[in-house]
């Protein structure tokens, strides 16, 4: 599947700033409770303003300009404007340490680099070379608008650049740095030409309109967002809403109302526990059984989410728990599982809205050939929108695709008599024990993973005799474990659940305790990537070592030590 060039990204921009200028696009949130909002037609103008100034620059065509920030209208605009200026965007994390942003910034060759929404600059400045060239947008620290030139400036200086400069849709586009969940992130290229396509299969599968609200938050350096926002909104031309801050999150959803939404499954967790900490389980599950009054609860509960007006929802990055995704189901709000990576668009597999089947990422999209291959299982996919290769990296693109052109994926499958893919781990994450046994982690986990006091758990254990799990309470857990009478009650329910996973395992895969865990799993402090994956590497790294230790006594739940520091009291912003 390929796409027309009337569909690439700068032609869809040219389109709605000839056909609907005075519609609105954006609406940021900007403090104190106020919003700013842009028509079509402004964002153009901003657009067209700091394109002619990065021109102005005399940059090479094709340098690399890198946007640090969270999600903000002026990231979009910032892209938008790289791209008419004929340049590639390098879009980066804004959770990174200071000495992974230098190394990006050195790998990719950034010429410019723009800085914004940020939660902790101070940790962040000391990774921006002296010399590199950069401008700040309004929502930036104060401290970078004091260090560098700022946006507004910028465009106040040019006039907007004309005409409707196109680029190939073999052209690059961008660079993704990936999360990084096994080592170091490595940079995967994309076109034009692959985010239209793929932006065509994913709207054969899930239409978009003008009318639809979306509200953009996962990370728009993540393939995700890029994709299923950023080059839907240039597809269809709705509104894109912005978050202000995690304490302002379900406000700012309640703004937007979104008629379209995804996340990833720890947020669809967090909103659950929310609910039961307002509404017990077992009380709601009575009231949704009786009739009218159970579907004024559904609405209450959805409307309180600010959900009410959404009409599809998907969910991936992670597995999603069978047994949540059933009660959102109750509720009358289907999530779709979907599966992709950043090597293909993040479009490989879905659920289709009506015949999800839940347990699968659903079958494959439109134009995406899948196989597993005979003696790993690995999936293999291949399609139009397949990275154009990883940059500056020969060897790694060579070894990232077979002879015949299938990207290795890393993931393990089974597909049903439908076409429907079911992950059943990574290649690469089994373990062996000291008996010799090898352990594929991922199915164990996802047992696990139906516990509602649970909001993550990882299966571990090489060189032990059997594998253990550590897990980590929801904050509604920890706060009744705080009192003995709590902490005895959830103990309890950790060992009866435990106890229900291993007499569904073969003994060689029982695991042997259940560890809770003394911290939360985080970005910051490394166990998480941006999108909520558990790095293994790095939960090895910090309780690897403390595994023998813990399992002396026999115990089945163990109550974990904090093993990491505290972590900063600072407002985190969206």
């Known amino acids: 599947m390929t796409a027309n060039a009337d569909a690439l990204a700068l032609q869809r921009l040219y389109h709605w700033e000839r056909s609907t200028p005075g519609k609105r696009v954006f609406v940021q949130p900007v403090g104190g409770g106020q919003v700013h909002e842009w028509t079509w037609g402004e964002a153009l103008q901003e657009t067209r303003r700091m394109a002619a100034h990065l021109q102005a620059m005399g940059l090479p065509p094709g340098s690399r300009i890198a946007i640090l920030s969270k999600n903000c209208a002026h990231w979009l605009m910032a892209d938008w404007a790289i791209w008419m200026a004929g340049h590639v965007s390098v879009p980066l994390y804004p959770t990174l340490v200071a000495t992974t942003v230098r190394e990006l910034l050195a790998h990719s060759g950034s010429a410019l680099l723009f800085v914004g929404k940020l939660d902790d600059w101070g940790s962040l400045a000391d990774g921006i070379p002296t010399d590199l060239p950069t401008i700040t947008f309004p929502l930036a620290p104060e401290a970078a608008k004091a260090r560098f030139p700022g946006w507004d400036a910028a465009c106040a200086a040019q006039a907007p650049m004309s005409g409707t400069p196109v680029r190939d849709a073999d052209d690059l586009a961008t660079i993704i740095y990936t999360s990084g969940t096994t080592g ?256 594929a982690p991922a199915p164990i986990e996802e047992k696990l993973s139906a516990l509602p006091l649970l909001e993550a758990c990882c299966v571990a254990g090489a060189d032990l005799a ?33 106890a229900t996973v291993n007499a569904s395992l073969d003994s060689y895969l029982h695991l042997d305790a259940l560890i809770v865990v003394g911290e939360e799993w985080t970005v910051d402090n490394g166990l998480l990537t941006p999108t909520m994956k558990i790095k293994r590497n790095r939960v090895d790294d910090v309780y690897g070592p403390q595994l023998e230790r813990w399992l002396v006594g026999g115990r089945k739940v163990i109550w974990a030590e904090r093993l990491l520091p505290e972590p900063k009291k600072e407002a985190q912003t969206a």
């Open 184 to 439: 170091m992130a490595k940079g995967v290229m994309h076109s034009f030409g692959n985010f239209a396509a793929a932006t065509a299969a994913v709207l054969e599968r899930v239409p978009f309109h003008p009318d639809d609200r979306l509200l953009s938050y996962l990370p728009l350096s993540h393939i995700v967002e890029r994709t299923f926002l950023e080059h839907t909104l240039l597809a269809s031309g709705y509104e894109a809403f912005f978050a202000e801050s995690l304490e302002s999150f379900i406000t700012d959803l309640q703004r937007a109302r979104p008629t379209r939404f995804a996340s990833v499954p720890r947020l669809y967790l967090k909103f659950q526990q929310g609910v039961f900490a307002k509404l017990p389980e077992a009380k709601l599950e009575r009231l949704l059984k009786i009739p009218v009054i159970g579907w004024l609860v559904k609405r209450k509960v959805l409307k309180g989410l600010g959900l009410d007006q959404c009409v599809y929802a998907g969910g991936g990055a992670a597995p999603m728990p069978p047994a949540m995704l059933e009660w959102y189901k109750r509720l009358g709000l289907e999530i779709l599982e979907a599966y992709g990576m950043t090597e293909n668009c993040g479009v490989s597999h879905t659920n289709v809205q009506g015949a999800q089947c839940i347990g699968t990422v659903g079958p494959a999209y439109p134009g995406t050939e899948v196989r597993l291959d005979p003696q790993t299982q690995e999936v293999q996919v291949r399609c139009a929108w397949n990275m154009q290769g990883y940059y500056h990296d020969d060897a790694a693109t060579k070894a990232a695709f077979t002879d015949d052109g299938f990207l290795k994926t890393g993931d393990k499958g089974a597909i049903d008599a439908e076409g429907r893919l079911k992950i059943t781990g990574r290649v690469k994450d089994n373990f062996k024990t000291s008996k010799g046994k090898y352990v």
């Open 466 to 498: 059997q594998p253990i799990g550590l897990v980590m309470l929801g904050a509604p857990a920890l706060a009744r474990a705080s009192t003995a009478a709590g902490k005895a009650e959830i103990e309890a329910a950790l060992a009866k659940h435990l």
